[in-house]
Nanobody, 131 residues
């Protein structure tokens, strides 16, 4: 599994915003479809959003549609997740990972299952939203 590094989390009030970043040293992210996932306390990892390796293909979980935006800056070798209108239920550790296939909700679900089975999640970045 491609090892990626997440950053940008923090503590915000309800309605606030954060921009999460996902990068890798020495590896080119634009060769991969990349997904953002999150794990809330006591829950399994869930796919939040993904972006294709080429072209503008993206996908979003229903719970974040209209509030989160995924993008990539190939010059900076970085994938971003802009999170707006954050709510307390968005509180979780957020992870990024290369997908085991093209960007889609179904592929994110499969990727999450595989990464959990092999215990290959990165360090993640904590997002905490206070009410």
């Amino acid at each position: 599994q491609l090892q990626l590094v997440e950053s940008g989390g923090g503590l915000v009030q309800s309605g606030g915003s954060l921009r999460l970043s996902c990068t890798s040293s020495g590896l080119t992210l634009d060769s991969y479809a990349i997904g953002w996932f999150r794990q809330a306390p006591g829950k399994e990892h869930e796919g939040v959003s993904c972006i294709g390796s080429a072209g503008p293909s993206t996908a979003y979980a229903e719970s974040v549609k209209g509030r989160f935006t995924i993008s990539r800056d190939n010059a900076k070798n970085t994938v971003y997740l802009q999170t707006d209108s954050l709510q307390p239920e968005d509180t979780a550790v957020y992870y990024c990972a290369a997908l085991y296939g093209p960007c889609s909700i179904e592929v994110m679900t499969t990727t999450a299952r595989i990464l959990t089975e092999v215990n290959s999640w990165g360090q993640g970045t904590q997002v905490t939203v206070s009410s």
